[in-house]
């Protein structure tokens, strides 16, 4: 069982920054994949980025790259085992429900093949 709790959503204006934390606890194999989903009122939850939970292979939304780092912190800088979203040159258009997720069957994209989430974390983009 994997328990994730997402942190650092806010109320940012346009071109700012936010950091989002996922500290993740559990059984964690290297193999995992820690994804950040994000989803607004009536549309269906949508990809951010992903990243092995070793800290290999980020993988980026067409709609973030650029903009958006996924890391995993060193676990002798951070014990916590967090996965960190760094979010840059923030748009309007980035504003929802923030959420973290674990998968142990190794997806990148699809939300249906994530095992575990977060409660999420707003972030409200103002223009």
């Known amino acids: 069982q994997v328990q994730l709790v997402e942190s650092g959503g806010g109320l940012v204006q346009a071109g700012g920054s936010l950091r989002l934390s996922c500290a993740a606890s559990?059984?964690?194999?290297?193999?995992?994949?820690m994804g950040w989903f994000r989803q607004v009122p009536g549309k269906e939850r949508e990809f951010v980025a992903a990243?092995?939970?070793?800290?290999?292979?980020?993988?980026?939304?067409?709609s973030v790259k650029g903009r958006f780092t996924i890391s995993r912190d060193n676990p002798r800088d951070n014990p916590k085992n967090t996965v960190t979203l760094q979010m840059n040159s923030l748009k309007p258009e980035d504003t929802a429900v923030y959420y973290c997720?674990?998968?142990?069957?190794?997806?990148?994209?699809?939300?249906?093949?994530?095992?575990?989430w977060g409660q999420g974390t707003q972030v409200t983009v103002s223009s």
């Open positions: 997720a674990a998968s142990y069957r190794g997806s990148w994209r699809n939300t249906d093949s994530y095992d575990w």
């Open positions: 559990g059984r964690i194999f290297s193999s995992y994949v």
């Open positions: 990243i092995r939970w070793n800290g290999d292979s980020p993988s980026y939304a067409d």
